[in-house]
């Protein structure tokens, strides 16, 4: 079922979800997908909003809830009481009552009673019950790594934006270096985006998982900082820029952010889904724009976000791939879409690393108290 394309032709949805075919029918810059649009419509949500994701939760919680709160706090700028708070924690979806998410243990304290905090707003705003609601600060977020809880009073909290630049692996290899340093040469990794044999996702559930396994791939690129000589504390949207060139009309960049232990191990920091951009949809305002053949692009996905610890001698991991399967559907490659196409192409992704193209990401680091 997982590999059927293309994906009209997935028959055992036929009747059970129907309102999947209408789905493909529509691009994602046609209007006809307002209904389920919200960035336009906060101005008439009227009720108080508790905003609750999670780091893992899937696909793209965390970037949703974080936008609903600031967009609730834009359009009622001018109310004394904003009526909306934001709640980010450890967990997958669902797991509020577990100190684990997938491989990766938070401790008790990660653990909240999701039926008495829903309970304790609804008392508040329904009820009329005085039990401090309004006197908490709007934001609470979990910082994994020191694996404990943190309060602002916005959404991102305070950081410092610092570039981390990747350098070129050596030849034959696909391992890089991250550096606060520029590149100082002309280099470039390039490596084979199969879609008929994807970069696979090893595990079947969410949450945090060790993915040291993938940078033994042809079709991987990963890219490690030095060991931390000091605990880094990452909170906030991630940016990222990364100039690509691609012998085919169009390609799935993965830039998947890591924290690599000393014993090898490589916990993902968020879901999948906010790590990743399609090429040509690398600005929906202007529609599906497919690429040109060996012209660079400066391409980044736009979602990625956490809060964690990188702790002493961890190291900050950077993973590049053109796929990620079966998490999202493959990219053809060929400029048509898997929707209505089972049109396999296989193609080189450059990754540029010069001066001039400085790949690289910035990370929002939050200062230590000592």
Known sequence: MLNTLPLNQ????????????????????DPWWDWAELRNKYGRAKA??????AWYDDNYGPEGATTNFNGLISSRSNDQEKRTHLLLGPWVHGGTAQAKSGEREFGPSAIIDYDDVVLR????????????????????????????WRESDRWPPPATPVPYYLHAPAAGSNRGAISLE???????????????????????????HDYRQLAERSDVRVFDSPPMERDLEVTGPILVKMFVSCECRDLDLWVRLLDLAPDGTAFNLMSPGLDVQRASYRDLS??????????????????????NVF?????????????????????????ELENDSADLTKATITVYLDPDHPSHIVLPVVPRTQ
């Open 286 to 307: 202007k529609g599906r724009q497919l690429l040109r053949p060996g012209t660079i692009y400066e391409i980044g996905p736009v979602s990625l976000m956490t809060s």
């Open 182 to 208: 520029k590149p100082s040469e002309r280099r470039v990794t390039s490596f084979v985006s199969d879609p008929s044999k994807p970069v696979l996702n090893p595990y079947d559930s969410s949450g945090a």
């Open 121 to 148: 707003w609804m008392d508040y705003y329904l009820r009329g019950v005085d039990n401090g609601v309004e006197k908490e600060k709007p934001v609470r977020y979990f910082v994994m790594g020191d694996d404990t």
């Open 10 to 29: 997935l028959e055992e949805l036929r009747n059970v979800a129907p309102y999947y075919y209408d789905w493909l029918s529509h691009r994602p810059e």
């Open 48 to 53: 108080a909003v508790l905003n609750l994701s």
């Open 311 to 335: 702790q002493k001698g961890h190291s900050i991991r950077v993973q590049i791939s053109g796929s990620f399967f079966p998490n999202f559907s493959r990219n053809l490659q060929n400029g």
